[in-house]
């Protein structure tokens, strides 16, 4: 069965560009939703294996993490970072399992997400 991912972003063509290639790809279903209120809603319902979360246009969006690895156990988070930030300084380093490139390119998304799916099946 595909993996569920979550793909939280307010950018609604990102999010589409997103959610269409990884469809096609076959290997993943994804759900897209506009802010961290409609993930955290979403999220208790499917069995998210991941979620992409855009830091550059969620509000509050490491509590939107905190709060879905509280309502989804094991679940791994993928973060897009602020245009001119690769790794915003206010967030911990531990509280995603990786960090998009900016600006996005989308083989670099399909790499995170193997290496990602790679060490879950390992472990």
């Keep these: 069965m595909a993996p569920k991912?979550?793909?939280?972003t307010s950018i609604r063509s990102l999010g589409e560009l997103i959610q269409q290639a990884l469809q096609e790809t076959g290997d993943y279903q994804a759900e897209l939703v506009d802010s961290g209120k409609q993930a955290l809603e979403i999220a208790p319902k499917k069995k998210f294996?991941?979620?992409?979360?855009?830091?550059?246009?969620?509000?509050?969006?490491?509590?939107?993490?905190?709060?879905?690895?509280?309502?989804?156990?094991?679940l791994h988070i993928v973060a897009m970072p602020f245009m001119d930030d690769p790794q915003p300084s206010d967030v911990e380093t531990?509280?995603?399992?990786?960090?998009?490139?900016?600006?996005?390119?989308?083989?670099?998304?399909f790499e995170t997400l193997e290496e990602i799916i790679d060490e879950t099946q390992v472990e």
């Design 5 to 8: 991912i979550l793909i939280a």
């Design 49 to 74: 294996a991941l979620a992409i979360v855009d830091f550059g246009s969620i509000i509050d969006p490491a509590e939107i993490v905190r709060q879905l690895r509280e309502t989804i156990s094991g």
């Design 94 to 109: 531990e509280l995603v399992d990786a960090w998009l490139s900016m600006p996005f390119y989308l083989p670099n998304l």
